[in-house]
């Protein structure tokens, strides 16, 4: 990967006046195709995954280029225990290796890093790890990547309901209290802005359990192009056509 000269600021996304919207501030993407990418190549669908850590510093970096403010991925899922334990262990060593190569890099960046997940059942020195990228780049101003690891929209608003349930048995809280801000903020995802795109490589136009609650106004848009193969151009696109959508949140628009 070429060194990238640039801290990563938010806030320069392109501004209207065009007659088109601004932004997107914030960016997530559900990094699919890794393995159809290894198979048409007669690989491992490890070497698939190993390429999307490659295509996954690329997407950092062209969201510098670009300004977002925020980028979230969808890096290994609630559901994705049901894969082999041998890919299982290799998404754990990616994340792993990923932590352990760039942090300091991206922290000199001004990257702030999260990873939002459910941690029960994760290995300690995963759990170390996690803490150590949170902790040292948690006062970081520039782009948030939020790298969602042992994530589901489900499990994650599961875990919601039982912090309310729990506030209210001890008397923290009354069930008429509980409003969205108020589970919105029990959620792992807290402290993030709703994604205002939502893009998932591959061609499957499925959501498969990703920012259930969060993205549930988000522009969606479906790529073609398998994740190991995604290029600065496709961010770049895809913001392009976000700027022409007109959102409504249930409105009637301007
Ligand atoms: C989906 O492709 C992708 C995943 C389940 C994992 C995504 C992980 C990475 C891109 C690398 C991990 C990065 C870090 C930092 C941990 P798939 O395997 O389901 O592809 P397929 O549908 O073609 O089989």
């Known amino acids: 990967m070429s060194q990238t000269p640039f801290p990563i600021q938010p806030g320069a996304a392109p501004k209207t006046g065009d007659g088109l919207r601004a932004g997107p501030d ?45 980028l979230t991925v969808f890096s290994f899922s609630t559901e994705n225990w049901k894969r082999p334990p041998q890919e299982v262990e290799t998404l754990f060593d990616l994340l792993r290796m990923f932590v352990r190569s760039d942090l300091q890099r991206l922290h000199r960046q001004n990257v702030r890093i999260r990873i939002p997940g459910e941690r029960e059942g994760l290995a300690g020195d995963i759990l170390e790890l996690i803490e150590e990228a949170v902790d040292l780049t948690a006062g970081n101003s520039g782009l948030t990547l939020n790298i969602a690891f042992n994530y589901g929209g489900r499990a994650e608003l599961v875990d919601g309901a039982r912090k309310l349930a729990l506030a209210v048995r001890e008397g923290r809280i009354r069930p008429e209290d509980i409003d969205e801000a ?71 628009g301007a």
Do not use: K
Request: charged share 25%; proline share 3%.
């Open 26 to 70: 914030h960016v997530a993407i559900i990094m699919d195709g890794n393995g159809r990418w290894a198979q048409a190549r007669g690989l491992p669908r490890a070497m698939g995954h190993r390429e999307g850590v490659e295509a996954l510093r690329r997407a950092v970096e062209a969201c510098g280029d670009l300004g977002l403010g925020e």
């Open 182 to 252: 108020m589970l919105g903020s029990t959620l792992w995802t807290a402290g993030s802005r709703a994604p205002d795109l939502i893009l998932r490589t591959s061609g499957e136009l499925r959501l498969s359990n990703f920012l259930l609650w969060s993205g549930a106004y988000a522009e969606l848009m479906f790529l073609e192009v398998n994740w190991p193969d995604f290029e600065h151009r496709h961010l770049a696109q895809a913001i392009e056509a976000y700027r022409r959508r007109d959102r409504r949140f249930g409105g009637v």
